[in-house]
């Protein structure tokens, strides 16, 4: 068996950069139709629609705010409603906002956890009905190391992604009956946008923590969510596959 997503539609979060860009293109490359959200960046979404289509794919690039319930279920109706049904969800939408304890606000907490973690309990119950109509599909929800291992000043950011672990193996345990999977997908330190603003003195830091000593691409994250997508992982759920060069080892 080849690793293939002919004949599947997916939806990734937070897919106009980054990781989600990735995950959104390598999802394409292997046969999906494949639909993206975004928050504010419009031309580099309608950028990655562009893209999948000129792999010969559906797509869509949908504006919505992950934070809000009534919006994810507002795309996943028209992802259903135009396509059929939803065979992948990759949940990537996030942010930081970085700070020690001490000197961090309310606001940056609650906008962490907002953006981070309730936008994967939005997406995951809208995509829980037609996926179990459709008796089958996968979810994969992008945590981080952080949310393992914990770090200096990202408290908001460490509780999230830890956050996400533990509901993706409760929503795992829930849903397989109905023939839904639930993994999750843990990068280390890969390189995009947002570590490009990180100080060289951290970047060579966080290298020296890593033992393969380089920092890893989002085309490698982007590997192990497509095989989870796949039928190739249809006896694996509730799994942390973390993709960190063996930063939390």
């Given at each position: 068996?080849?690793?293939?997503?002919?004949?599947?539609?997916?939806?990734?979060?937070?897919?106009?950069?980054?990781?989600?860009?990735?995950?959104?293109?390598?999802?394409?490359?292997?046969?999906?139709?494949?639909?993206?959200?975004?928050?504010?960046?419009?031309?580099?979404?309608?950028?990655?629609?562009?893209?999948?289509?000129?792999?010969g794919r559906r797509a869509k690039a949908l504006q919505a705010d992950a934070v809000s319930l009534e919006k994810a279920g507002e795309v996943?109706?028209?992802?259903?409603?135009?396509?059929?049904?939803?065979?992948?969800?990759?949940?990537?939408?996030?942010?930081?906002?970085?700070?020690?304890?001490?000197?961090?606000?309310?606001?940056?907490?609650?906008?962490?956890?907002?953006?981070?973690?309730?936008?994967?309990?939005?997406?995951?119950?809208?995509?829980?009905?037609?996926?179990?109509?459709?008796?089958?599909?996968?979810?994969?929800?992008?945590?981080?190391?952080?949310?393992?291992?914990?770090?200096?000043?990202?408290?908001?950011?460490?509780?999230?992604?830890?956050?996400?672990?533990?509901?993706?193996?409760?929503?795992?345990?829930?849903?397989?009956?109905?023939?839904?999977?639930?993994?999750?997908?843990?990068?280390?330190?890969?390189?995009?946008?947002?570590?490009?603003?990180?100080?060289?003195?951290?970047?060579?830091?966080?290298?020296?923590?890593?033992?393969?000593?380089?920092?890893?691409?989002?085309?490698?994250?982007?590997?192990?969510?497509?095989?989870?997508?796949?039928?190739?992982?249809?006896?694996?759920?509730?799994?942390?596959?973390?993709?960190?060069?063996?930063?939390?080892?």
């Open positions: 068996m080849s690793l293939t997503l002919e004949g599947k539609t997916a939806l990734v979060t937070g897919g106009s950069r980054g990781i989600g860009r990735a995950i959104a293109l390598v999802l394409a490359d292997l046969g999906a139709d494949v639909a993206i959200t975004y928050a504010h960046s419009v031309d580099a979404a309608n950028e990655v629609k562009e893209d999948i289509e000129s792999k996943i109706d028209e992802i259903t409603s135009d396509w059929g049904k939803l065979d992948v969800l990759v949940n990537n939408a996030g942010i930081t906002r970085d700070n020690l304890i001490l000197r961090m606000s309310e606001e940056q907490w609650d906008q962490v956890i907002d953006t981070n973690l309730k936008s994967i309990f939005n997406y995951s119950k809208a995509a829980a009905k037609p996926m179990m109509r459709n008796r089958g599909g996968s979810i994969i929800n992008i945590s981080s190391v952080v949310g393992i291992s914990g770090n200096a000043g990202q408290s908001n950011y460490a509780a999230s992604k830890a956050g996400i672990i533990g509901f993706t193996k409760s929503y795992a345990k829930e849903l397989a009956s109905r023939g839904i999977r639930a993994n999750v997908v843990a990068p280390g330190y890969i390189t995009t946008e947002m570590t490009d603003e990180l100080d060289d003195n951290l970047l060579e830091a966080i290298k020296d923590e890593t033992p393969l000593g380089r920092p890893g691409d989002a085309d490698e994250v982007a590997q192990a969510v497509a095989f989870l997508a796949s039928d190739l992982s249809s006896y694996i759920t509730g799994e942390i596959i973390r993709v960190d060069g063996g930063m939390a080892m």
